[in-house]
């Protein structure tokens, strides 16, 4: 999978390493990740409004979005992952519930010893 971080300033390397080493533990819940687009925005100074990180996840389909706001970049991080985590459980249950439902066979009725005489 690729990661993409966009960001108006530098980050720590130590940062860049919690994005990636989060991110890459997405794929051992859904497999079909092709890349991640990681947006990280600083706040307006007060640590009430902190770092706000939104990632949208490509993936067959609908992309999946999730977005935290924390005065921890690492701990908005970490929340952002987690709510992906739950939206890729919840995507690959409908998908499954989807693909997967069998239609159940018709069942024939049995016919009468009557009604086998009435075939032509």
Same mark, same amino acid.
């Given at each position: 999978?690729?990661?993409?971080?966009?960001?108006?300033?530098? $980050?720590?390397?130590?940062?860049?390493q %919690?994005i990636?080493?989060?991110?890459n533990?997405?794929?051992t819940?859904?497999?079909?990740?092709?890349?991640? +687009? %990681?947006?990280?925005?600083?706040? +307006?100074? @007060?640590a009430?409004?902190?770092?706000? %990180?939104?990632?949208?996840?490509?993936?067959?389909?609908n #992309?999946?979005?999730?977005?935290? @706001?924390?005065?921890?970049?690492?701990?908005?991080?970490?929340? %952002?992952?987690?709510? $992906?985590?739950?939206?890729?459980?919840?995507?690959?249950?409908k @998908?499954?519930?989807h693909?997967?439902?069998?239609?159940?066979?018709?069942?024939?009725?049995? $016919? +009468? #010893?009557?009604?086998? +005489? @009435?075939?032509?």
């Amino acid at each position: 999978m690729q990661i993409t971080i966009h960001k108006s300033g530098e $980050l720590l390397e130590s940062t860049k390493q %919690v994005i990636n080493e989060k991110v890459n533990k997405l794929e051992t819940f859904y497999d079909r990740i092709e890349r991640a +687009d %990681v947006y990280i925005k600083d706040g +307006d100074g @007060n640590a009430a409004h902190g770092h706000t %990180v939104s990632v949208r996840l490509a993936i067959p389909g609908n #992309d999946l979005v999730a977005e935290y @706001n924390d005065a921890s970049i690492k701990r908005a991080i970490a929340e %952002v992952t987690e709510a $992906l985590r739950r939206q890729i459980k919840k995507h690959k249950e409908k @998908n499954n519930d989807h693909h997967h439902a069998t239609p159940q066979p018709a069942m024939a009725m049995p $016919l +009468d #010893d009557d009604e086998e +005489d @009435n075939i032509v």
